[in-house]
């Protein structure tokens, strides 16, 4: 079956530096959410997607943006990197009316040097 | 969405039942429980979820006390790929424009031992 996609798997930035993380989510979910783990931290919660508009938000910082588009990819977009950004990330799709289960992604290693 | 609290950690023997409590005292009429795991820098994989009545799936068993104070996921036959944090998250349905993220808190660690 097909699972969530999430490129690249593995990032080094430098400080200040831009970062633009991708997800695919399972064919026919229209929902997206996306996680930040920091080092021996539990997933935490940043923003999701309904049907392309943003539904929920979490503890995402200014500096981060997101969007999902036409297609159901979503993309997280992340600005002046700094070394607390360093991370995993994410992503996560279900489909609204199942509404319980949320399937992840492998995850997308950030590191900034 | 109500608190959980877990134990940091349990150990299990191979073959042998693994039984994880999550206390949510404060959990109210509308709140499910959910559990999920997460393996090693894994993405975190949906294990089972309930509202008041005793479920069973292929992976577990989750068992809701009559006061739904509490509740216990319940792995029959624990293997050494069931060592993972598992995570005990209480949420109610939400709404599209909130309410469908998940809460992770501190899960318990299970490891699993030959």
């Known amino acids: 079956a097909a699972g969530v996609i999430q490129s690249p798997r593995h990032l080094i930035k430098e400080k200040r530096e831009t970062a633009t993380l991708k997800c695919y989510p399972i064919p026919r979910h229209d929902t997206v959410y996306w996680y930040q783990q920091g080092p021996g931290q539990d997933p935490q919660f940043l923003i999701s997607?309904?049907?392309?508009?943003?539904?929920d938000k979490g503890s995402i910082p200014d500096r981060f943006s997101a969007q999902q588009f036409s297609d159901y990819h979503s993309e997280l977009n992340m600005s002046s990197l700094e070394l607390g950004d360093s991370a995993l990330y994410f992503c996560?799709?279900?489909?609204?009316?199942?509404?319980?289960?949320?399937?992840f992604g492998p995850g997308t290693r950030l590191t900034v040097l | 969405d109500a608190k959980t609290t877990q134990p940091p950690s349990m150990d299990c023997a191979e073959g042998r039942a693994a039984n994880l409590p999550c206390n949510h005292s404060?959990?109210?009429?509308?709140?499910?429980v959910y559990w999920y795991r997460q393996i090693h820098s894994q993405g975190p994989q949906y294990i089972i979820h309930g509202l008041k009545n005793n479920e069973t799936n292929e992976m577990a068993s989750l068992i809701i006390t009559e006061d739904r104070k509490s509740s216990t996921l319940i792995l029959p036959h624990a293997t050494l790929r069931d060592t993972a944090v598992y995570y005990c998250i209480v949420r109610a349905p939400g709404t599209l424009n909130s309410g469908y993220a998940l809460n992770f808190g501190k899960g318990t660690s299970l490891l699993v031992t030959p």
């Open positions: 996560a799709s279900s489909l609204l009316a199942g509404g319980y289960e949320q399937f």
């Open positions: 997607f309904y049907e392309k508009m943003q539904s």
């Open positions: 404060t959990i109210s009429g509308n709140e499910y």
